[in-house]
């Protein structure tokens, strides 16, 4: 997602997140006509615009490949209803270079095959696409995207997502957030030289990216790692804890989905091994805090993110949370509407930069992108989108369960960039 929110930070990640979701820019080249654009193609409008595939005279039509009705359906759905929300507020507002935002939908159900159809399906008429949810996805449209010079904000945090002119993975990677995860843990939690902490974590890009994190961060520590590598399907983590208990060790790190942290942390509290949790975003949400591991969760659990917690006092988060109970007072307010609010006014930056430069081709977009060095939404901490080999920020935030906050988190530090990150940074 902090009172030292406007720090910039710069970080690198290796892979798409489990609960990946991601926002993409289409950008494409344009030709000079004096005709409007019809939205299908290049040109220039009448106002003197260059113009391109989504825009038109009057509009500009970004997309979603989201998931509402698979694995992440409640993301996905709070994802699409931040955006859509950012979308009205804009509309109210006069829209953007004068044109009102549309935002086109497609649900993929986290099947790889519809996304790839629906991107194909969508591309031509969109500018961009302000969410692709899944690290599967992400990866199968990764070459599409680079063709079609599209600017994606992936909500995948991986390292290897790195380094493509029109990709751009927001706030943190995986590895970043683990040596976090490490750094609070030695800082906060006695674990010092000598000991040993558990990681457990998804096979795939998500935890193999987390898992370089922490080895580097408990070399340079004097720690061991007991790996313990699982499986999106894995729901029963006893077998792992039972491992875990065996090595003696005195903290876990999961990189995992929400259903896999409950079961360690309740399994492990239920057999003595009451040590500290670390968990990436990606891994809780607050309807954990309905379940029968709630308790254990409040005493063991800590979530180390890119974002603040949306019971942050900061003045834009309460504002968008004001605002998103009362145009959806049925939905719960979680991380994934910070997620989506931020990355929405983030792209909005971006067109309204395009525009002031004279153009929102696909090309224009990205270079207007490209060109923010302190993006700051109110919302975290400022990124810079500039070099595009390392993170956009650094800096991350140690999140605390709690029932009783909206979102059913609460901040435990502010925003800050962890010991060794620079150092890991500049290694690689």
Known sequence: MNTTHHRSRTRRRTSGAALAGALVLLLAATGCSSKADDGNGGGESADGVRTGPGVSADTIRLGALTDLTGPYATLGK??????????????????????????????????????????????????????????????????????????????AWAASLLGKDAIQVLGTTYDIDMIAAVDFLTRTKGVKKGDTIGHVYFEGDYGANALEGSTWAAKQAGLKIAGQKIQATDTDLSAQVSALRKEGVKAVLISAGPAQTASLVGVAASRGLSVPVVSSAPGYAPQLMETPAAPALAAMLHVVSAAPAVSSELPMVQRMVTSYKKKYPDSPVDSGVLSGYNAAQLMGADLKAACDAGGLSREDVVRAHRSQKNADTGLGTAQNFSDVDRPASVETYVLKPDAKATGAMVNAEDAHTASGVEEYLSGR
């Not at 031509?124 to 599409?144: E, F, K, N, T």
Request: aromatic share 6%; with cysteine; glycine share 6%.
């Open 78 to 155: 709070s994802i699409v209803q931040a955006q859509q929300m950012w979308a009205d507020e804009t509309n109210a507002d006069g829209g953007i270079c004068d044109r009102k935002i549309e935002i086109v939908v497609k649900d993929h159900g986290y099947d790889v095959q519809k996304a790839v159809t629906a991107y194909a399906d969508i591309a031509p008429d969109v500018v961009a696409l302000p969410q692709v949810i899944g690290s599967p996805v992400v990866s199968a449209l990764l070459d599409d995207v680079e063709r079609d010079k599209v600017l994606t904000f992936p909500q």
